[in-house]
């Protein structure tokens, strides 16, 4: 399980497996991205999560939780942006 959460300022992210946490990384973001909407702040912890793990991640299912709404349906959602 991937934790993620985005303020102005800083991600984190908390690598998890059956409720105790294995990892943990947060990451300073530049003012390009701390003046950029919420949503692309958590996307980019997402994104930097599964790079960073992604040797945890191969051949299994893994669940990501985000507090962002726009961001739940991700798998369902028609991207719009080469970003997305």
Same mark, same amino acid.
């Given at each position: 399980?991937?934790?993620?959460? &985005?303020?102005?300022?800083?991600?984190?992210?908390?690598?998890?497996?059956?409720?105790?946490?294995?990892?943990?990384?947060?990451?300073?973001?530049?003012?390009?991205?701390? &003046?950029?909407?919420?949503? &692309?702040?958590?996307?980019? &912890? @997402? $994104?930097?999560?599964?790079?960073?793990?992604?040797?945890? *991640? @191969?051949? $299994?299912?893994? *669940? @990501?939780?985000?507090?962002?709404?726009?961001?739940?349906?991700?798998?369902?959602?028609?991207?719009?942006?080469?970003?997305?």
């Amino acid at each position: 399980m991937v934790e993620t959460d &985005a303020s102005r300022v800083v991600v984190g992210v908390v690598l998890s497996q059956k409720g105790y946490p294995l990892a943990f990384f947060s990451k300073k973001l530049c003012s390009k991205m701390q &003046a950029a909407f919420v949503y &692309a702040r958590e996307m980019l &912890a @997402i $994104t930097e999560a599964v790079k960073k793990w992604h040797q945890y *991640f @191969i051949g $299994t299912h893994f *669940f @990501i939780l985000t507090n962002q709404q726009s961001l739940k349906g991700l798998h369902t959602n028609v991207c719009h942006t080469l970003k997305q």
